[in-house]
């Protein structure tokens, strides 16, 4: 009789704990899955937000560096410019002595159009880099745009579903 009745018991034990396996523990699974898959959208949100958001700044320091490019561009050959002037006015004062007339000015005229001559060659410089610089810089703004642009699609692919 104890026997049965520690059966009984031990199989009354067992259903309670798969009943409570089946029932309890998986509602607590669940409860967590449910917790976690409504954290998860708006995890996503706030990722997808930074990263765009230092998209966006990276797009705005690009445009700045383009603009600063181009500024500093100008005032070089502005100065350039000037310095061209300079010297085309200090090269027409030698117009009046023909040349092997006096072999002093001779040797000024000639430094004076090396110089001038030396002033364009580096306005065509400064106008390379310049452009090298600003078409390198365009070239990774589209980058950053193509990736804003996909990582937005993106974004509002997450938040349809």
């Known amino acids: 009789m104890t026997l049965k009745i520690s059966q009984l ?8 704990q798969k009943n409570y396996i089946e029932e309890i523990i998986p509602a607590e699974d669940n409860s967590t899955s449910q917790t976690q898959s409504s954290d998860l959208p708006e995890e996503l949100s706030s990722t997808f937000e ?3 958001n230092i998209l966006n700044d990276a797009l ?3 445009d ?3 603009g600063l490019r181009l500024k500093i561009t100008k005032s070089f050959k502005d100065a350039l410019q000037g310095e ?3 010297l085309g006015f200090k090269l027409s004062q030698f ?3 023909h040349w092997g007339d006096k ?9 004076l159009e090396r110089e001038l001559l030396a002033i364009y060659r580096e306005m065509r ?5 310049a452009f090298t610089d600003i078409a390198g810089l365009k070239k990774e703004r589209r980058k950053l745009e193509m990736e804003f642009k996909a990582l937005k699609a993106t974004q509002r692919a997450v938040s349809e579903e």
């Open 9 to 16: 018991v031990q199989n009354k034990l067992t259903s309670v």
């Open 50 to 52: 930074e990263r765009l």
């Open 60 to 62: 705005e320091d690009i």
């Open 64 to 66: 700045s560096e383009i």
């Open 84 to 86: 061209r002037k300079w």
């Open 95 to 97: 117009d009046r002595w």
């Open 103 to 111: 072999p002093s000015v001779d040797f000024r005229r000639t430094a």
């Open 125 to 129: 410089t400064q106008t390379q880099r």
